[in-house]
């Protein structure tokens, strides 16, 4: 008797364990997703004076492996995401202006129209989309155009932080050998 339950709690535990799903988890993008906060490291030291983040942007970071990107992976004239993947969005945790223009607090896609000289940076309501595919202008809530800045070593994978002027948090964005700036004028 006792050969004959053992022999039925084998059987059911081999069942049991091929009946389970095996999650198959997928592998590591090659373009990894990044987080930059604006004031820089407001949440990594929140329990301290520094002030609470008041832009955050979370982005996808392709890298230029040898490729030329800007006027080639990056068509000029055409939207980008800004970066790979899904959209990059941008979280204002209170109200900001660009470009002359109030911008309440909340969360928005960062889209780009790079161009040689310049870039027309577009800040959009539509969020979760893939690419710039189903971008669509009439959900755009303000666009800038800024210059380019060449810079003489490659920035290897695409890279957003901040600087600061006063009250202005310049958005920095760079790849390859192009920066462009984003001034934003936080309330």
């Known amino acids: 008797m006792k050969k004959l339950s053992l022999l039925a709690v084998t059987l059911f535990a081999a069942f049991t364990v091929q009946a389970q799903d095996v999650v198959k988890f997928a592998p590591l993008d090659a373009s990894p997703v990044d987080i930059s906060y604006f004031p820089n490291k407001a949440v990594k030291f929140k329990k301290t004076d520094n002030p609470n983040p008041v832009v955050k942007v979370i982005y996808a970071r392709p890298s230029v492996k040898g490729r030329t990107i800007f006027g080639d992976i990056v068509k000029f004239g055409e939207v980008w995401r800004v970066g790979a993947n899904e959209n990059t969005e941008v979280k204002f945790y209170k109200a900001v202006t660009i470009g002359g223009k109030n911008i309440p607090a909340g969360t928005y896609s960062l889209f780009a129209i790079p161009e040689k000289d310049k870039w ?7 969020l979760d989309l893939w690419g710039g595919y189903a971008y669509d ?3 755009d809530v303000v666009r800038v155009s800024v210059p380019v800045k060449p810079v003489s070593d490659v920035i290897e994978a695409l890279s957003i932080a901040f600087t600061t002027q006063g009250s202005v948090a310049n958005l920095v964005i760079g790849w ?7 001034p934003i004028t936080v309330k």
């Open 120 to 126: 027309t940076i577009i800040i959009n309501k539509e």
């Open 137 to 139: 202008q009439s959900k």
């Open 176 to 182: 390859d050998k192009t920066t462009v700036e984003l």
